[in-house]
């Protein structure tokens, strides 16, 4: 099928409806976004009306009020072939499988892939090669993983501002966001500005391109820096078996053994060396009593014969004690080795195992932490070779065992808001104890928390003055409502708890965008296009053409705001009565008028 036959096949989705299968908070978002932010009609499929997120999406209504486009519910414990027809998915224009639960998400789509072999499959996946699997066999299907879009904002608020975050842009193309004032002006090529940071909110997509801090910048030949490797040492084994209270024992019985040498030697004229062979022969049981020995050698002798009946045992108990817990330190994982300026992350579900990886990749040295020895990421965390604490972090202790005192960043991604707020205050209070007593002065902990609403967000930092938090369901739900309208998200763009999507937009067949100049698509504070990709020379061109109206065979590369991808979605749609394509000049890019550098 051609392309002109395809895109003009293509139907308004503001006259379809959608299925999305799921009570999680991503499911939650996604209905918010196809709602409020498409206006389109949606059936949601519930497991119950009790758990997790379902009483918010069984009550929820449109901004707009509008009656009609309050989501039908059904509720089913199972997603059978039954309840998939019951909800319409033969006659939907996409369905979204969003539950927490692999499984049961490929199923589903087995299954509706059976009922319905034409409609447009969204499926919610951790696994990256099942996912690709999926996307394989069953058509048009969008394998998206909610953890693996959201995990590079909280990589970027647990490293600062200051750190690039790179971008996955098609044909490999580098591009990576970065604050204007770290960029050599002489040599960085800004893409665009993103956000204006001056004032207590981000302005995204400014229309004034030079008042912006955070921008988009292309890099050439730079690369991330290779993770570091642990490498065993001898003193990190001393440390392990010569634990505080092995040391404690150790350093009493020395500084007994020196005070009876020195007696031995005062009262019998002995040498440092013949002393303490006496001392030890007395300690160990191994030395004949003297009648007519002085009153102090008496004395000595008795205590160190009491001393030696009673330390030798204690000190072979704690010797024990401390190569088991060596070895079960080293079996876990554990930390072994002093260690700062490392990131303490806590919860090792989905999005704790990506966010590690990441900072893995930065070569960020990570301490993990997680309540159960089960969860996902402890083995990828033990295969990555990083230390793993399990306990629960709302402790102090825990936390401490994870060296938070010396730590650059506190993440905490657990489920549940309010452990997410206790151990943040927990890790804060033991970094601030630590550093009470130093002389220089210390930056705060940088914390980093999930959080999923937004109130309580805004709250804890008026109340407790934690600045960085995300919600996971925020980030990835705009990309699962593009996928679902048939349109790519490529990559999302995090600023503060806003999200910027970037998006890869056909130009369709008739649409409005046909005939019209990239400039006109630019709308400040809502869209900016960033590149072009022609379909005839399939390059992408950075250098927007200024005099070159847009064709049907062209796709766009942009960053939006959520309303502002909604807004431009609707302009793209093809129309079925569209004339046919007329052959045109091809493009030359190298005749096109560069966009001019940006002054900072």
């Not at 999926?134 to 909610?146: H, K, T």
């Not at 053994?257 to 005062?266: D, M």
């Not at 709250?459 to 938090?469: A, E, K, M, Y």
């Not at 937009?505 to 409005?512: F, K």
């Amino acid at each position: 099928m051609s392309d002109d036959t395809e895109q003009a096949t293509e139907a308004d989705p503001a006259s379809q409806r959608f299925v999305v299968c799921g009570d999680g908070a991503l499911a939650r978002r996604l209905v918010t976004e196809l709602v409020d932010r498409y206006g389109v009609a949606v059936t949601v499929v519930l497991s119950s009306l009790t758990d997790d997120h379902a009483p918010d999406i069984a009550e929820f209504g449109p901004e707009t009020g509008v009656a009609g486009l309050r989501p039908e519910i059904i509720v089913a414990r199972r997603l059978t072939g039954e309840v998939l027809d019951r909800a319409g998915v033969r006659d939907a224009a996409a369905v979204a499988l969003v539950s927490g639960d692999d499984v049961t998400n490929v199923d589903a789509a087995m299954v509706v892939r059976e009922l319905a072999p034409e409609v447009r499959l969204v499926v919610r996946l951790f696994n990256p090669v099942l996912g690709e699997g999926v996307a394989a066999m069953l058509g048009d299907c969008a394998v998206l993983s909610g953890s693996e879009i959201a995990a590079p904002a909280f990589v970027a608020a647990a490293l600062g501002d200051g750190t690039p975050t790179y971008l996955r842009l098609p044909d490999d193309e580098r591009v990576c966001t970065a604050m204007r004032a770290a960029l050599d002006p002489t040599s960085a090529d800004v893409v665009c500005g993103l956000a204006d940071t001056n004032g207590p909110e981000p302005v995204v997509l400014p229309a004034d391109q030079a008042a912006a801090g955070l921008v988009l910048v292309r890099t050439y030949g730079r690369r991330r820096p290779a993770p570091p490797r642990r490498r065993p040492r001898v003193l990190r084994a001393v440390g392990l078996v010569f634990n505080r209270n092995l040391r404690l024992a150790l350093a009493g019985t020395v500084g007994l053994f020196t005070v009876a040498s020195a007696l031995f030697a005062y009262t019998r004229g002995l040498n440092p060396a013949e002393a303490g062979y006496l001392t030890l022969l007395t300690a160990l049981g191994g030395a004949d009593a003297d009648p007519a020995a002085p009153l102090a050698e008496k004395v000595t002798a008795v205590v160190l014969v009491i001393a030696g009946v009673a330390l030798l045992p204690t000190i072979t108990a704690l010797m024990v004690d401390s190569l088991v817990h060596a070895r079960l330190a080293v079996a876990a994982g554990g930390l072994t080795d002093p260690i700062d300026d490392h990131v303490v992350l806590v919860g090792l579900g989905n999005i704790g195992t990506r966010v590690m990886e990441e900072l893995h990749s930065f070569g960020i040295p990570v301490v993990a932490v997680d309540r159960t020895d089960s969860a996902r990421g402890v083995a990828v965390a033990r295969g990555l070779g990083m230390p793993v604490i399990v306990g629960d972090a709302t402790r102090a202790e825990t936390l401490r065992a994870a060296s938070v005192q010396t730590c650059r960043a506190l993440v905490v991604l657990t489920s549940d808001a309010v452990t997410n707020l206790e151990t943040a205050l927990s890790g804060r209070s033991a970094h601030e104890a630590h550093h009470a007593s130093s002389a220089t002065t210390v930056a705060p902990l940088r914390v980093v928390l999930r959080l999923f609403d937004d109130g309580f967000a805004e709250r804890i930092q008026r109340t407790f003055g934690i600045n960085q938090s995300r919600s996971v369901s925020y980030l990835a739900a705009p990309a699962f409502a593009a996928a679902m309208m048939g349109r790519e998200v490529i990559d999302t763009i995090s600023v503060g708890r806003r999200v910027l999507l970037v998006a890869d937009l056909p130009v369709g067949a008739g649409s409005e965008l046909e005939g019209r100049y990239c400039h006109e698509v630019t709308r400040p504070g809502a869209v900016r296009v960033l590149a072009m990709r022609t379909g005839r020379a399939g390059q992408t061109i950075w250098s927007l053409p200024e005099r070159r109206p847009l064709v049907r065979t062209d796709r766009l590369i942009v960053v939006a705001t959520r309303a502002g991808l909604a807004a431009l979605l609707p302009r793209t749609v093809p129309t079925p009565d569209a004339p046919p394509l007329a052959d045109g000049a091809p493009l030359r890019p190298m005749a096109t008028t560069p966009r001019p550098r940006e002054q900072s």
